[in-house]
């Protein structure tokens, strides 16, 4: 094609017989419009071409440029074969003068451009002229000599002498045809269409060069942009070849049209070469676009092969890596089951695994066969393209090898442990048999042969579950014997041979009974002693009454309940602790099995649920069944089930099968994993947000489809509540092992492993409650961890309320949802129940909250057990609590205990710290040694007790030495815990926070009593400040009642007492120890300054001012650490102080 592109070129320059810058008409038009010389087609006798010079009067004013151009242009036109035998000119001027004949005769003469045959002037027609014209052309002959003869003409008839009329136009007397505009049209059109032509076959060319030189890429997508390119090209291409041919074919009609109108009409010579040049350029633009159409197809041919070609190795990338992957993932299925479940779970996996994989393996091969399409196809790239498809057809085959390798050995796997579930469950029903055969019938031959001939026909059974020859198993089944399975196979044989022996023992036993001959016995009547010492049956008789119907209850009851009901007739039966043992034994691993089986289905739902549902959310196919509503919304359906599963997968299962053998240490598995158990919190938290958004697309069609393709009876929603049960499974699974194993090693751990259990029960059921809380500003996360919820009657009683809220409130109560938290107690009113399903949850909408800080109790309130107090900021606000019933009263109120007592041993230990700090150089008061009554003795010991108790204040502080009060005071100390007893047994008990004590006036007492009270309500805390509401006795502390403390100054008297200390109202003061002569070393904690005062400056601040100058009681039914404004005297009287007054 590249040949016929380069030669086109050369027959569009023929035209003008110019190989550089040829004229063309359009570049000439003006001047050849003047018409001042013509080429009207005409021939000479020899077939020269005739160039007329028409009568032009203003010939000579044309420029010697002009002229020069058209005479170039019009001996251009005819072919070089004509235009070889030389030009004729025929010069018309017979209008003219000599004088203008002459200088055209010169000018033609000096710049005519091609060869000259002949030169005819037609002279002027008028005498003068004429006859001037022949006189000068005789005298002047030689000034015209030319390479060719001039012939002066003096007619036109004498011109028809040399040039036929037919050759001549009308205005020579001839007969041609001749039209200037219409040649000048047809010549500048030929000459436009050569010109296309040419720039057509230029840019073919260029073209088909830059096809040639492409290189092919590498990757898809570029060669798809090449392919695109080139083929966008090409039509460009066509397109520009279809217009010129179109030109052509105007062209050629415009040439034709003169010819058609009538037969008396010939062309000339020059109609015909333009003629026969348009067909020759159509036909040449026809050849050429064939060629190039032919290359086209061919390059067209390589892109589209190449680009299939990446297509194949992209495919093949993908199909390899794919292949990788899975061979990767068959290598990593080592396992080959632990149980005969397992097994047939891996055997599920295995299968799914080789479904999933099918859809890789498929398109490995279908990739493969295209290759060998393309192959056939007589691609150009076969020596890559054939060992690609040999690489995927044994990639393939060795994956199905592995697959079938990888099930020949679960299938094997399956095998031996059918063969061991089956030996075990021999072994359990032969169990179950001995246990179930009572002794008392045995004792008659008759009972002793049916009992043997029961055993026999049991053995007989045992041939094909009973594993035969150990060392043949060893040898069959090598390929899968790990470490683990093997010891599990021969644990498996030594209890089918503990069973043989059993057997063998008891057949040994009833044969020798079957074998004595039994004596007659005498019927002897009982005598009325032994009536009256044995008034019930015997064993014996009750039994074999009962028998029958025993035994047929037990065969309608299932193998669990007939298990245990055997074991209790063999239990009644023999008595036996070893019997008693072995049926302990097989309850627990019935109970175990159950646990296991049940975990095993319970993980298969999950990964059902996971796969079915969760995962084809993601699913493109399945996209456009999801609901708009469902969109974006896994997380909320499915909540965190994901985690659960790979919980119970990975870990929680693997580990329960360790303990197949000894399923009474199961409670460690649970111990050891109770943190992870957390997770189900968060999915139950979750659980009202996935119920709603079900009921809300529960008709959604993607939810049928699911549930159609898994095969599933049940909706979506039954197995969405599968961890909730499974949840609360557990603990019952739990329960039953624990009533088999309590005299087992395990039994602790069952039991701390069940209390585990329900408080994660508990703990969820807390947090179904605490979402439901609404109207709280606040994170409730701050509050710390919920510690009770409940619902409880509640009074109020704001001493600094309006009077008629508070007069309604003292006798209509309010329902209020309680939630104690570490931090902060809410009280929340709860709403009605409405809705389905979870949306029955009741919701709590937040009233108030109560700072732990500054909260105090009173434990019991006169008229009712079931109440008790909680008050905020020393009584000004007070909360009458009516709890249920007097269990979950003191179920609050210990817990109550417990948070004000961390808080204020926290305090109480900052604040020790801190006085440490500023009293390094002081010495501690030296312990005297007493000698404690009977009570304090039985006191001392309790709190000893307490000491090892890590929820109680003296488990805190147990470290810490205990101040005596000063020797000289000694005999007042030790009271008569008799009296005590019996005047504090009528007390109510308080107990405020720390923040609530540093909030009063006075001195707030905060040392250890060297007694403590042994009856007050199971709160004896020495530490404590409470007070008691009945004490009757009002006194002074005295000089030598002081003991070692702190204490808060209420009012200032500065009388013995040292500008030193600077002491204040309000000032919180330690008492460090009694010096001599009556006086005290007193620090003020609040300026850090110390001093002496004596004592008896001390005792009068400590009575003056009434009961706000006294020590706070450690008793108060008020509530209060020390007394508030309402308090009576006899509510300030202290435990301390009454302790030593006697």
């Known amino acids: 094609m590249h040949l016929k592109l380069l030669n086109m070129p050369l027959t569009v320059d023929e035209i003008m017989h110019h190989d550089i810058s040829p004229l063309c008409a359009a570049d000439i038009r003006d001047q050849l419009q003047k018409r001042f010389a013509y080429l ?140 200037h505009s219409r040649w000048l049209c047809h010549r500048t059109a030929i000459e436009s269409f050569a010109l296309l032509v040419k720039q057509t076959a230029q840019m073919l060319q260029a073209f088909g060069t830059e096809l040639a030189e492409t290189e092919l890429p590498n990757d898809v997508q570029s060669t798809s942009s ?20 179109v030109e052509g074919r105007r062209v050629l009609e415009s040439i034709r049209e003169p010819l058609g109108r009538g037969p008396e009409q010939s062309p000339n010579q020059d109609q015909l070469d333009s003629q026969s040049t348009v067909q020759r350029l159509l036909a040449q633009l026809n050849e050429t676009e064939a060629a190039f159409d032919e290359f086209w197809a061919k390059h067209q041919q390589k892109l589209e092969q190449c680009l299939q070609l990446r297509h194949f190795e992209q495919d093949f990338r993908e199909v390899k890596a794919a292949l990788d992957v899975l061979a990767q993932k068959v290598t990593t299925f080592t396992d080959v089951g632990n149980s005969l479940a397992h097994v047939q779970h891996l055997l599920k996996d295995l299968a799914s695994f080789e479904e999933k994989s099918s859809a890789a393996v498929q398109r490995a091969r279908a990739l493969s066969q295209e290759g060998e399409r393309l192959i056939g196809h007589k691609h150009y790239a076969v020596d890559s393209i054939r060992p690609k498809c040999h690489e995927l057809r044994h990639l393939c085959d060795q994956f199905a090898a592995d697959l079938e390798r990888r099930r020949g050995l679960l299938g094997k796997s399956l095998e031996l442990h059918s063969l061991l579930e089956a030996s075990m469950k021999w072994c359990d029903e032969g169990i179950y048999l001995l246990a179930s055969q009572p002794v008392d019938k045995c004792q008659s031959q008759d009972g002793a042969e049916a009992a043997l001939q029961e055993l026999e026909r049991f053995l007989e059974t045992g041939a094909e579950s009973k594993i035969q020859e150990l060392s043949k198993i060893f040898q069959d089944y090598e390929p899968i014997l790990t470490k683990d399975l093997l010891e599990h196979v021969q644990r498996v044989f030594q209890k089918q041979e503990s069973v043989e022996e059993m057997f063998h023992r008891r057949q040994a036993s009833l044969k020798k009974l079957a074998a004595k001959q039994t004596r ?86 999950l990964l059902c649920v996971l796969e079915g549902y969760a ?128 005299s087992c090693e395990g039994a602790e751990d069952l039991q701390e492993a069940l209390s585990s259990i329900l408080g994660i029960l508990k703990a969820v059921n807390d947090s179904m409650h605490l979402i439901a809380i609404t109207g709280y500003e606040g994170n409730l996360s701050d509050l710390g961890r919920l510690l009770m919820q409940g619902s409880f009657s509640v009074w109020t009683d704001h001493k600094r ?291 002496w005062v004596p004592a008896h400056s001390l005792s009068a601040l400590l009575c003056q001012g009434g009961p706000t100058g006294c020590l706070s009681s450690p008793e108060s039914s008020a509530g209060s650490a020390v007394l508030s404004p309402s308090s009576s005297c006899s509510e300030s009287c202290t435990a301390a102080v009454a302790d030593l007054r006697g």
């Not at 090449?226 to 041919?245: C, F, G, Q, Y």
């Not at 993607?702 to 499974?729: A, G, M, N, W």
């Open 40 to 179: 009207s087609g005409g021939r000479g006798q020899d077939g020269s071409p005739v160039i007329t010079f028409p009568d032009y009067p203003a010939f000579g004013d044309v420029p010697d440029q002009d002229f020069q151009n058209v005479m170039t242009y019009l001996t251009s036109i005819p072919s070089l074969q004509d235009a070889g035998i030389g030009f004729i000119l025929v010069i018309d001027r017979r209008q003219d003068r000599w004088t203008s004949v002459k200088a055209s005769i010169l000018r033609i003469a000096a710049s005519f451009p091609a060869n000259l045959q002949l030169v005819l002037v037609l002279r002027p027609a008028g005498f003068f002229q004429r006859t001037l014209s022949e006189l000068a052309f005789r005298f002047n002959r030689d000034d015209f000599k030319m390479k060719v003869p001039v012939i002066m003409l003096s007619s036109v008839p004498e011109l028809h002498g040399y040039i036929d009329k037919s050759q001549l136009t009308e205005d020579l007397g001839g007969t041609l045809a001749y039209c």
């Open 226 to 245: 090449v392919l695109l390119a080139h083929t966008e090209k090409k039509d460009r291409a066509k397109e520009d070849m279809r217009l010129a041919l």
């Open 520 to 605: 007659p016995v005498q019927p002897v009547a009982p005598r009325p002693e032994a009536l009256t010492k044995s008034p019930c049956p015997s064993p014996g008789i009750r039994r074999g009454s009962e028998n029958h119907s025993s035994e047929s209850s037990a065969l309608r009851r299932g193998p669990y309940r007939r298990a245990k009901s055997e074991v209790s007739e063999g239990r009644q039966g023999r008595g036996s602790s070893t019997g008693d043992e072995e049926s302990l034994a097989v309850l627990r691993r019935h109970v175990m099995k159950e646990l296991l089986d049940t975990e095993r289905v319970y993980v298969e739902e």
């Open 615 to 742: 995962a084809e959310m993601d699913n493109p196919l399945m996209t456009h069944l999801i609901s708009t509503g469902l969109q974006n919304k896994k997380d909320i359906l499915f909540g965190n089930m994901e985690e659960i599963y790979h919980f119970h997968n990975r870990i929680f299962l693997r580990e329960l099968e360790n303990y197949t053998d000894c399923p009474e240490l199961v409670g460690r598995c649970f111990l050891e994993r109770m943190e992870e158990f957390q997770i189900y919190e968060k999915y139950c938290q979750n659980k009202p947000r996935s119920e709603s958004l079900w009921r809300q697309c529960s008709d959604c069609p993607f939810f049928q489809e699911c549930q159609k393709k898994l095969d599933h009876k049940l909706s979506l929603d039954s197995y969405l509540l599968k961890p909730v049960q499974r949840i609360t499974k557990y603990q019952l699974l739990l329960k039953e092992m624990l009533k088999y194993s309590k």
């Open 801 to 1091: 309320g309006h009077a008629k809220v508070k007069d309604l409130a003292r006798f209509k109560p309010m329902q209020r949802h309680l939630f104690l938290h570490e931090k902060a107690v809410l009280f929340c009113k709860r709403r009605e129940e409405n809705g389905e399903g979870y949306e029955k949850a009741p919701s709590y909408s937040y009233k108030q909250s109560l700072n732990m800080t500054a909260v105090g109790i009173t434990e019991n309130v006169k008229g009712d057990a079931k109440k008790f107090e909680i008050w905020y900021n020393a009584r000004e606000e007070v909360y009458i609590i009516q709890a249920p019933t007097p269990e979950i009263k003191a179920a609050w109120v210990s817990e109550i205990r417990k948070v004000l007592t961390s808080q204020l041993q926290a305090c109480r230990e900052a604040s020790q710290h801190r006085a440490l700090e500023q009293s390094q150089s002081l010495p501690l008061p030296a312990p005297a040694s007493t000698s404690p009554s009977k009570g304090s003795t039985r006191n001392i010991k309790k709190l000893e007790e307490r000491k090892m108790d890590p929820l109680s204040l003296e488990g805190y502080g147990g470290s810490m030495p205990l101040p005596r009060a000063p020797e000289k005071g000694k005999d007042d100390v030790v009271t008569s815990s008799t009296s005590e007893s019996s005047a504090l047994s009528k007390k109510r008990f308080t107990l405020q926070s720390f923040a609530a004590l540093k909030a009063q006036k006075g001195w707030s007492k905060t040392s250890h009593p060297s007694e403590t009270p042994e009856d007050n309500d199971g709160w004896s805390s020495t530490e404590e400040p409470v007070n008691s509401s009945d004490a009757e006795e009002e006194g002074r502390v005295g000089p030598g009642k002081l003991v070692p403390g702190r204490y808060t100054v209420a009012r200032l008297d500065e009388k013995g007492v040292p500008d030193a200390l600077a002491l204040r109202s309000g000032d919180e003061v330690e008492l460090v120890q009694e010096g001599d002569e009556g006086l005290w070393c007193v620090r003020n904690l609040s300026s850090g300054t110390e001093g």
